[in-house]
């Protein structure tokens, strides 16, 4: 065998100065066009939109949805693939005052009962958009409204679940006594896709659309099921009379019937899933994928692809001290599975062989560079030397209780309590992981095993915070408020893996600036993550912020870095290899920079603006606000002026 001596990708833009402005900022050369904002009409029957216009729960159902999150280009032939695909994109949640802006505000969004339209109009405004786009012969992006691939998942719409959960007596309700089906899907932030074809969207801050206001069940109070009232007060709706559907009584999941099948209780536990939908038919409802476990799933990224070998996801739990998981497919990888974009099949029998059966593990990160994954099956051996079933005080062969309590089965089996798990990637050439923690307020230098209380349920703030959990070496910084992004390999045939910190967030002033950033790429809480392959063993590992860290955002709205892995000697970021780390965009003011894709030809980068304060105030992304907008979460494609592949 011969080695040769690679050049490493460079990076052929300057990193651009820190912006506080109501605009997107690009390097010199590079435009941003605003595409798909919120309310942008995906049919005729939508009204077009308006910076007065009323929003309706009709018109939400035909319009793009609101906070654009984690998003995904599905091509319709390989021959047009960087020119014209179905975008799926997340609408993670809502900003009221943006959405009631016309009529003054929500109706009793603290207390009392909500209109009834309101509230459909917010659970419409949630969800998932597919909608058609093309790039136009001047170079600029437009949605193809009528397109029949255009469509919207809300958290209403009809679902199936599948995998251990699916048909159990955990999951039925009135709605399904079978407990095969649910409505909705909540929450979903970053994303997922595979390698058949299909969309995975995450759920992952949807315990709060929930309240019980009774006695809770064990995992409830873990992950976080409010106890007075719903995020938006939903529940307190009045649902139409002539429909016995509960669509609002659903999301109160007291139990009031003499039977799961006469209530709501189990509701709640028809979420927390990763959501399987095929983009290319609009005939399929979509699947909960319930193997790869019940938490508050970050996104869910592909592995390495290889034939006969297991398909692996991996997939982080956001909140404070929680874990960062993996899913092993019983099935080996078959290329002729392949998606063949555009064609008409059933890929979701597809999702089916590889997502319905197979292990899901935990990881524990040992101090010397090395980890295990544990296996969250009922004979696995828990901490205590007891088998998982027993200790979770389940029956021998109910894998779907231990989904159900999925961070109860995770805290016994001993993993590691990380600093907020947000987006991975995956380097698909060396199958190296990359992962933001993007910050942690509950980790103390002194903190002891005793302070770590999680599996036992103290919590003092539901659904955000779990116990202080002390300082380890893969989450070294107490208080850690710039974030850090970690790597690591598999080893040992996936049983082990190997692991390193890549780089650490910091402010160029703070003292503990570990990776030596300055004004040209300081960052903080990492969140958007892409390791965009570019051939030859290379890429352009991508980073996007959600910041609240003051040293940082004093200096800049939250960006968007890119760093060639390769290119840095010893392959991390330190003080010596840090000029590699540069800044390629600001988002506006108040907005979180998030989700990101290339066209397959790399010569427009699609990322997200979610949640602005007072953008956008023209279809081109980099026109500063004059005064106050309508603010709209929307996609923004990123070109070179001359048309070439970004970044390079
Ligand atoms: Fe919705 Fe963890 O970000
Ligand atoms: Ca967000
Ligand atoms: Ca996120
Ligand atoms: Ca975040």
């Not at 969800?127 to 998942?153: A, C, I, M, Q």
């Not at 992304?621 to 923004?636: D, E, F, L, M, Y």
Request: charged share 25%; glycine share 10%.
């Amino acid at each position: 065998s011969t080695s040769h001596e690679k050049t490493p990708l460079g990076l052929a833009f300057e990193s651009i100065a820190g912006s506080r402005s109501d605009a997107v900022v690009v390097p010199p050369g590079y435009t941003a066009q605003v595409l798909v904002p919120w309310g942008t009409p995906l049919s005729e029957k939508a009204s077009a939109w308006r910076d007065d216009l009323a929003m309706t729960a009709e018109r939400q159902a035909q319009s793009v949805g609101m906070h654009h999150d984690g998003m995904h280009g599905f091509p319709l032939d390989e021959a047009s693939a960087s020119r014209r695909f179905v975008l799926a994109l997340n609408n993670e949640y809502i900003d009221q005052q943006a959405l009631w802006a016309p009529q003054g505000g929500p109706t009793n969004a603290e207390e009392g009962a909500r209109p009834a339209e309101e509230s459909r109009t917010e659970i419409n405004a949630h969800g998932v958009t597919l909608v058609e786009v093309v790039k136009e012969g001047d170079g600029r992006w437009s949605h193809v409204p009528g397109s029949p691939y255009n469509r919207r998942f809300t958290s209403a719409t009809e679902m199936e679940l599948a995998g251990p959960v699916a048909g159990s007596a955990y999951v039925r309700t009135k709605f399904s006594p079978e407990g095969r089906l649910t409505r909705g899907t909540n929450n979903n932030c970053g994303n997922g896709f595979t390698p058949w074809g299909t969309y995975l969207a995450c759920e992952e801050n949807w315990p709060n659309i929930f309240v019980n206001t009774g006695e809770r069940f064990a995992d409830d109070a873990r992950i976080g099921i409010p106890t007075q009232r719903g995020r938006y007060g939903w529940e307190t709706s009045a649902g139409d009379p002539s429909e016995a559907n509960d669509e609002f009584a659903r999301f109160d999941i007291t139990p009031r019937g003499a039977d799961a099948r006469e209530d709501y209780r189990n509701e709640a536990r028809t979420y927390g899933y990763q959501v399987e939908i095929d983009p290319y038919d609009g005939s399929r409802r979509a699947v909960k994928r319930t193997a790869l476990g019940r938490f508050r799933h970050e996104g869910c990224w592909l592995g390495k692809l290889e034939p006969g070998k297991p398909v692996v996801f991996y997939s982080g739990h956001d909140a404070r001290n929680e874990y960062i998981y993996k899913f092993v497919s019983a099935a080996g990888w078959d290329p002729a599975d392949a998606n063949r974009p555009g064609a008409a099949y059933d890929r979701l029998a597809i999702g089916a062989k590889y997502l319905d059966e197979g292990t899901l593990y935990a990881a524990r990160f040992d101090a010397d560079g090395s980890g295990e994954w544990l296996p969250l099956t009922p004979l696995a051996k828990s901490r205590d030397g007891r088998p998982l079933h027993e200790a979770l005080g389940l029956a021998a062969d109910d894998q779907a209780g231990i989904i159900i309590h999925t961070c109860d089965a995770a805290d016994l089996m001993g993993a590691t309590p990380m600093d907020r798990p947000e987006w991975a990637s995956v380097d698909p050439a060396s199958g190296e992981v990359y992962i933001t923690l993007t910050n942690n307020s509950k980790r103390t230098a002194a903190g002891s095993e005793a302070t770590f209380t999680n599996g036992g349920g103290a919590i003092d703030e539901p659904g955000v915070g779990f116990a202080t959990a002390p300082v380890n070496e893969a989450n070294p910084r107490p208080d850690n408020g710039a974030g850090h992004i970690l790597r690591w390999r598999e080893v040992d045939d996936g049983a082990r893996f190997a692991w390193e910190v890549f780089v650490f967030g910091a402010a160029a002033a703070d003292a503990d600036n570990r990776s030596g950033l300055t004004e040209a790429n300081q960052f903080a809480s990492p969140d958007g993550l892409w390791y965009d392959d570019r051939g030859d063993g290379q890429g352009i590992l991508w980073i996007q912020t959600d910041n609240g860290y003051e040293g940082v955002a004093e200096h800049t709205n939250d960006q968007l870095l890119a760093v060639v892995p390769a290119a840095l000697e010893g392959g991390v970021v330190t003080p010596e290899t840090q000029q590699h780390l540069k800044r390629f965009a600001v988002g506006p003011s108040g907005c979180e920079v998030t989700g990101i894709f290339a066209t397959p030809d790399k010569t427009a980068l699609f990322i997200n603006i979610q949640h602005p304060g007072n953008w956008p105030a023209a279809e081109d992304a980099t026109t500063a606000t004059q005064g106050k907008v309508r603010p709209r979460a929307s996609t923004v494609v990123i070109q070179k002026q001359d048309g070439g592949p970004i970044a390079v």
